[in-house]
């Protein structure tokens, strides 16, 4: 099952949900509509353990990874029409996204993370950032400069390829929401982070 915004002007993102929000959650909405925008078809969809919750509304904890890149590779091999793609995610979603970048079809132009987790909340000593240091295509990260999983202080620490570019969104979380007195809103991240996507 996908959801379905805009259309392939400029190619395709092929966007997943974070661990804990579907792909219908309001940050999804908002984020996939603004990537429309930017002159992109823009696919959602959702890994089993999602799924299934939305079968019986009852709770789960993600799948393992292996089950998750496997899934998202799937929904890859789908999208094999010519159409340049993009591979996106929120979170949980951008880490799997970035772990199949190396070994994707040619027609797979890079990736796109809003929020990537770099380490586990209160764990920066065990980042999550191996393959991130020997990526050959562009990633794109948005982050908030105060993001519990990953903040601009720790992350600019960490050995990252030159193919990965952060964008950083001043006071923003790990859904890129400022808070009030830092001046910005999150509309306002969400709009500089749609226009950078519209340049590629």
């Given at each position: ?42 696919l ?6 999602m ?56 027609y ?23 393959h ?53 809103t999150?509309?306002?991240h969400l ?10």
């Amino acid at each position: 099952m996908y959801l379905t915004d805009g259309q392939p002007l400029n190619g395709r993102i092929l966007f997943a949900h974070g661990a804990g929000a579907p792909m219908d959650s309001d940050f999804m909405q908002t984020a996939a509509q603004g990537l429309a925008t930017a002159g992109f078809q823009v696919l959602r969809f959702e890994f089993p353990y999602m799924q299934a919750r939305r079968e019986d509304g009852r709770r789960r904890p993600p799948n393992r990874m292996p089950q998750l890149l496997e899934h998202f590779q799937a929904r890859i091999a789908e999208l094999d029409d010519g159409v340049p793609l993009w591979l996106a995610g929120k979170s949980m979603g951008g880490r799997v996204a970035t772990l199949l970048l190396d070994e994707a079809p040619e027609y797979v132009r890079g990736a796109l993370v809003l929020g990537y987790p770099f380490y586990a909340a209160k764990k920066p000593q065990q980042p999550r950032t191996e393959h991130l240091a020997r990526l050959n295509r562009p990633v794109h990260v948005f982050q908030g400069t105060r993001d519990a999983l990953g903040s601009r202080q720790q992350v600019e620490t960490y050995d990252l390829s030159p193919q990965v570019q952060l964008h950083w969104l001043e006071d923003g979380d790990h859904d890129l929401k400022p808070r009030k007195a830092s001046g910005f809103t999150q509309a306002q991240h969400l709009a500089t982070v749609f226009a950078r996507v519209a340049a590629l």
